[in-house]
C-alpha cells in the first residue's frame, strides 16, 4: 500500500538447538518476525520511527525534523507523553528502506479512509508518508485519561498518506465498527485506534456509581460521534478460562 510493503518470515532457523521447539510451534501460531520496506521516491519521502532502521540501499538520505532547540524540546516532550520517539527521522532521495524485524504485526492503514484523522494507542506508530502531518493531542478530560487507561496524550495523525502501525494483534483479528451519529462503550482499553473526530470519555455503565458496581461491569471507555474504531478483543485474554479450566 502507497511505498510500503511487508516481509514476513515464514520460519526463524537461526536458533540454537534449545530454542528450535519454542521457535517452530511459535511459527505455527503466526508468531513471525516482519520487516516494512519503503520505496524511496524523489517525490515521495518517508517519515520512520526512530532507531527503526536497518538497512538504506540506493541514493537515500536521512535528515531530522528538528529545526531549533525549542523545536528539540518540544518534540522530546511530545515523545515523553505520547510514548513516541519524539524525533523522527525523514528519509529522502530513491532508494529501499528497510526497518529492523518485529514479532508485532504491521497494520499499513491509508489516512483517506479515516476523515478527521486517526488517533493510535502510544507506541503504535512504526513509519508514515513524508506528507503525513504528526500531532500530540490531548484528552478532552483528565477522567478519561486516569479511568480509561489510555494516557494523557496521543499520537494523532492526519493527511492523505499511508501510515503503517505496529499492533499487538493481526489485523484479521481487529473488529472494525463503524458509528455514525452514535455511542460506542467498551469495557477496558481493547481499542487500539479510532476517528479523531470521535469524543472519547470514561462513563458509568448504569446512572449511579453503585448500580454500576453492582452490575459487575463498572466504567467503560465511551466513543460518540461519528468515525471508525479497531477493536483487538482477543488482546488481553489471559481471564478467559481454557477448555480445561472451566467456571
Known sequence: MGPFSVLEYERDMSVRPEEAELAYFASEMDVRKRQLVAEIRRDRSVIAQKGTMQLMIGGVTAQTDVSDAGDLVKKFVGGKVTGEKGIKPRYSGEGLLILEPSFRYII???????????????????????????????????????????GLFNTVMKGIGVIALESPVPRDELLEINVKDDVVRIDGNMAIAWSAELRFTVER???????????????????????RILVAPVRENRGIPGPDNKK
Open 108 to 150: 499499513l492503514e491509508c489516512l483517506k479512509d479515516w476523515p478527521g484523522g486517526l488517533i493510535v494507542e502510544d507506541g503504535m506508530f512504526l513509519a508514515c508518508e513524508g506528507n503525513t502531518e504528526l500531532q500530540v493531542a490531548a484528552r478532552q478530560n483528565v477522567s478519561s485519561a486516569v479511568l480509561g487507561r489510555e
Open 205 to 227: 455503565t448504569t446512572p449511579t456509581l453503585v448500580g454500576s458496581m453492582m452490575s459487575g461491569e463498572g466504567l467503560v471507555n465511551t466513543y460518540r460521534g461519528t468515525g
